[in-house]
């Protein structure tokens, strides 16, 4: 057992260097660790990077948690019903809405983001929460779909049969039956929309102006011109940012191993 | 596709053929949201670049809105152009390179962290972080640690009596260094996903083959991968179109370069456009990604359809 | 929320009308008649916290002179093209766009631009080439406030413990980079990336020995290519020059593993901070002793789109009053630029003696679309490939030029 957790801990220390690393540059001046002997720890570090982020990018840290939590409402509402649809209800042309789903994924970022901002700009969704939700639900959307279709599939199609026999309209079916059995493929297809919004620069810069708004993809600009770049500043950025996501992951993962006792009791 | 699964069979006969009718219409509003979604964004611009890739698109058209059809010309364009083969091999070898590794790491990762030890399911999560950093940071730090003079991996591969490697600044392992980083950022993906598969197997399967004296390769073998087939499908399938797709990644770490060594479809497709100012070209190159992802779309349908019949059998 | 949520929709759907009706773009006329609007919006890449500050300065002080509010927005530098074209597209363009002078000859094509001229804006002593670089079909669509250029910026200390005098020539830059080069310290370092920003940093060297865009493989192209490709194979620069922007390039400098470095006068403020880093700046160094260098203009220019009639207006009146000469200096000052006008400039240089040998450079520099125009994005990237696949030796300087000339003649 302790052997497990060991060689545990070692994989996730290697392959989170790169993380340490960022930690390590926002503590030291920029470009320090490009020098002949880097330092592996900030022995004469600073906190000015951090200084500088804490006063500039609160806002766009509470934008960022918004959009990205409303991205996974908006993609669990629409998908959920629908890889229902398509793993347990069979329907004529399921294959090929699965099909047309892979392929809409292929469309390059910067053709979306075109097309998107002359229709938003059309209905006012510039700057708007709602618009770039919608957005970076089109990364979302076709991924939740295939995920969760995926997953219910093998729900035993007699668990849903034997609900129907009870009596239960489809509604029924899906919320007291095919919900509660997916939660861990919910979570997990929810946890996925939420780095997808969270990580999102193209459509963020594309569809704000920074006039109310702001996701810290873009807030990090403030330290990345077009002469310089203020590394000290953007690695303290980034780890600030990450602090409060990875809560809310870690708190997400709990929910799944609670889901999945809960889930057991059925089996 | 035979529409009578034997569940159906089974269910007490009410009326004829009323509840499959019954069932269709439930079926189309189940999935109405996510039709209307589908149609209203992505119609539009898949429908933008089929066309765009027609007309000789220039700078002006976006103003005017004019852009002369020029036929497959763009295509020809493209084929023609000495960068196509590069760029093709390029995005053969990076999607390759990183399907295989990002899934077969995932995987054993997968494996390793469902069995439950201390600790496993927190080391578990800390694996997602690195999807939590932008890719301007995390691309940044790679290049860093690339950095053939005084990066932290030349330094450690002097350390055990090894050479350094020129990793971004030769042609050869340029394309190795932005997989490498891209097998990282995927790894996570594929460990999640896969562990959430795992969860999804009764655990009574192992314990009953375990009686049986099954080691524990012949329970991966017999258990975990084929009832992991559906997941492994997806998984990988996704997979497959996010790498064909990777932009940020090879533009922050390379740039495409040197000497066009990491160029992929997708960084040249956006070169053509906003360096060349051949919208037309860049579109083209756009559609022949979403050829691809066709092919590889309807060999996923067929294998999906395989595992189907098998369920149903 | 719901008030201006309501404006906006109004408007949207007004939008939507006249996106769908087929009428004609609105006419690059400037009424001189038409009463100037009170608020303006404005478009630029300075985003990073010091050059943002200074540009809002900037803008502060105009929209006190004028009158006018300005509505301020700003992009990342990579996101300002693909920005344009979507204003173009879907007729939502700022009413005052500053963006690199290069591009401004692609954005003047699109015909979503209005010449100066009807704002009284005049475009006498300024600097020739600034102007060349907003003028697209014998019309001025831009002019900048500040310009600047590529200069060679040397460690003194490091200079003067190897007994290295400033280089003036290619000879003199050869063996001095050759004699700094040691532990572990590079001579020289430059950016040779992929993009526009390493067809940039080369000019400097093709230009000051004769070549032209139009004619990539030359005898003087290659041999400006070579020299440059003999830096990095001797070892005096390193061979991660390919790998790093200009950024990078300052970051070497700053910890001391290079000795020189090509760069612009935008990094000055950061070498004051360090003090324990003593710097001088000479102009790039010419291939023969007694020659000019010649280095590619930088800097934004101010244009104003087609709006309507009051927005343009107003928007050349700020711009009017960014482009008048202390706001012109205040700019220069604040973000290390020299100014455009040639009398300020000579004023500013007497001012700064850091930046003389800049001030110097610029009226000689040249406008990198004068001659090409609209086609000099492709040649600039056919050109940034060949230095590339020079630089790794996967193809030799002559050839390399030679296919670069094939790609950008197509």
Redesign the interface.
């Known amino acids: 057992m302790k052997a497990r957790t060991v060689f545990g801990v070692l994989i996730v220390a290697v392959l989170l260097f790169p993380l340490y690393w960022m930690l390590n540059a926002s503590l030291q001046p920029s470009g320090a660790l490009l020098r002949p002997d880097p330092a592996f720890f900030p022995v004469d570090g600073t906190l000015d990077g951090y200084r500088k982020a804490l006063s500039s990018q609160g806002p766009h840290l509470f934008s960022s948690v918004v959009v990205a939590l409303g991205t996974v409402f908006v993609s669990l509402a629409i998908a959920a019903p629908a890889s229902y649809a398509l793993a347990q209800l069979r329907v004529r042309g399921g294959p090929v809405l699965v099909f047309v789903l892979l392929i809409v994924q292929m469309i390059p970022g910067i053709v979306m983001a075109n097309a998107l901002y002359t229709v938003f700009s059309n209905l006012g969704l510039i700057d708007n929460y709602l618009g770039l939700v919608l957005a970076d639900s089109t990364a979302t959307i076709p991924f939740a779909i295939l995920l969760l279709r995926a997953f219910m599939i093998s729900v035993p199609k007699e668990l849903t049969e034997a609900s129907r026999v009870d009596g239960a309209g489809y509604w029924r079916t899906f919320r007291s039956i095919i919900l509660p059995v997916s939660r861990n493929a919910l979570v997990t297809a929810g946890l996925f929309s939420f780095l997808f919004a969270w990580a999102d620069f193209l459509f963020a810069v594309t569809l704000t102006t920074g006039q109310s708004f702001e996701p810290i993809t873009v807030g990090i600009y403030r330290f990345v011109g077009n002469q310089s770049a203020d590394w000290n500043g953007i690695m303290a950025t980034a780890v600030l940012a990450a602090v409060p996501a990875a809560v809310l992951l870690v708190v997400a993962q709990r929910y799944v191993v609670a889901g999945l006792t809960s889930g057991a009791v059925k089996d | 596709m035979t529409l009578v699964a034997p569940a159906t069979v089974t269910a007490p006969p009410r009326s004829g053929r009323k509840p499959r009718r019954d069932n269709r219409f439930a079926a189309w509003l189940f999935l109405l949201p996510a039709l209307a979604y589908v149609g209203v964004f992505f119609g539009y611009p898949l429908a933008a670049n089929l066309v765009m890739s027609t007309q000789d698109y220039t700078v002006k058209s976006f103003y005017t809105g004019e852009a002369p059809f020029v036929g497959f010309d763009n295509y020809a364009a493209v084929f023609d152009n000495p960068l196509f083969s590069t760029a093709v091999l390029n995005t053969a070898l990076f999607t390759a390179g990183s399907l295989v590794f990002q899934f077969g790491i995932g995987l054993a990762l997968a494996v390793f962290f469902s069995g439950r030890f201390l600790g496993s399911a927190l080391l578990r999560s800390l694996l997602l972080l690195p999807w939590l950093l932008p890719l301007v940071v995390s691309g940044a730090v790679w290049r860093w640690m690339f950095d053939q003079d005084h990066g932290v991996l030349n330094a450690a591969l002097r350390f055990v009596g090894l050479d350094a490697v020129p990793w971004l600044s030769s042609t050869g392992w340029a394309l190795p260094a932005v997989i490498l980083t891209n097998i990282w950022i995927g790894i996570p993906f594929n460990l999640v996903i896969l562990h959430g598969g795992l969860r999804a197997i009764p655990a009574s399967l192992y314990e009953a083959a375990s009686l049986d004296g099954a080691g524990a390769w012949q329970r991966f073998r017999h258990i975990t991968w084929p009832l992991l087939r559906p997941v492994t499908g997806i998984v990988l399938m996704l997979g497959l179109v996010y790498t064909i797709k990777v932009f940020d990644v090879i533009m922050v770490v390379t740039g495409g370069g040197p000497a066009n060594a990491t160029q992929t479809l997708t960084t040249w497709s956006y070169r053509l456009s906003f360096q060349d100012f051949a919208f037309g070209q860049g579109a083209a190159v756009g559609n022949v990604l979403i050829l691809v992802a066709t092919v590889f779309g309807l060999l996923y349908l067929r294998s999906a359809r395989a595992t189907l019949a098998e369920a149903a059998a | 929320m719901s008030l201006p949520?309501r404006a906006?929709?109004l408007?949207?759907s007004a939008?939507?009308l006249t996106?769908c009706s087929p009428s004609p773009?609105p006419q690059a006329s400037t009424d001189a008649g038409a009463p100037a609007a009170t608020s303006i919006t404005e478009l630029d890449?300075?985003?990073?916290?010091?050059?943002?500050a200074a540009w809002q300065k900037i803008l502060d002080t105009c929209a006190t002179q004028t009158g006018i509010k300005v509505?301020r927005?700003?992009?990342?530098?990579a996101?300002m093209?693909?920005?344009v074209?979507?204003g173009?597209?879907?007729k939502?363009l700022p009413d005052l766009l500053f963006t690199?002078n290069p591009t401004l000859q692609?954005?003047a094509?699109?015909?979503?631009l209005t010449p100066l001229d009807g704002y009284g804006i005049a475009t006498d002593g300024y600097y020739p080439s600034i102007v060349k670089a907003g003028t697209y079909q014998d019309k001025v669509y831009g002019v900048a406030p500040g310009v600047n250029g590529l200069a060679l910026i040397y460690n003194k200390d490091l200079l003067t413990a190897a007994g290295v005098a400033p280089p003036k020539t290619w000879d003199e830059l050869k063996a001095a980079a050759a004699k700094l080069t040691k532990d572990?310290k590079y001579g020289l370092a430059f950016s040779a990336?992929?993009?526009?920003e390493g067809t940039w940093q080369f000019l400097p060297f093709f230009w000051s020995n004769g070549a032209e865009l139009s004619q990539l493989d030359s005898a003087q192209s290659v041999k400006a290519l070579q020299f440059v490709t003999d830096l990095v194979n001797s070892g005096s620069a390193?061979?991660?020059?390919?790998?790093w922007n200009?950024?990078?390039v300052?970051?070497?400098f700053?910890?001391?593993?290079a000795a020189m470095m090509v760069n612009?006068s935008?990094?000055l403020a950061?070498l004051d901070e360090q003090k324990s880093l003593h710097y001088g700046v000479v102009p790039i160094p010419v291939p023969q002793a007694g020659g000019k260098p010649v280095v590619a203009l930088g800097g934004e220019v101010g244009t104003v789109p087609v709006t309507s009639g009051p927005t343009q207006q107003a928007a050349g009146k700020v711009l009017s009053c960014i482009l008048s000469e202390p706001t012109m200096l205040e700019w220069s000052k604040a973000h290390a630029y020299i100014p455009s006008k040639t009398a300020a400039a000579t004023k500013f240089g007497a001012e700064q003696p850091a930046m003389q040998a800049f001030v110097d450079e610029v009226g000689s520099a040249r406008s990198r679309t004068a001659e090409l125009g609209?086609k000099y994005?492709?040649v600039s990237?056919a050109l940034a490939?060949a230095i590339?696949?020079a630089?790794?030796g996967?193809?030799p300087a002559d050839q390399a030029l030679k296919a670069a000339q094939q790609a950008s003649g197509s």
């Open positions: 949520r906006l929709i408007a949207a939008a939507l996106a773009a890449y300075y985003a990073d916290e010091q050059g943002s509505q927005q700003t992009v990342p530098t996101q093209l693909p920005k074209l979507q173009a597209s879907s939502t690199d692609q954005v094509a699109t015909g979503a572990g990336i992929p993009s526009e390193s061979k991660s020059v390919v790998t200009q950024n990078d300052a970051d070497q700053v910890g001391g593993t612009g935008w990094n950061r609209e994005p492709k990237q490939d590339q696949a630089l790794t996967k193809q």
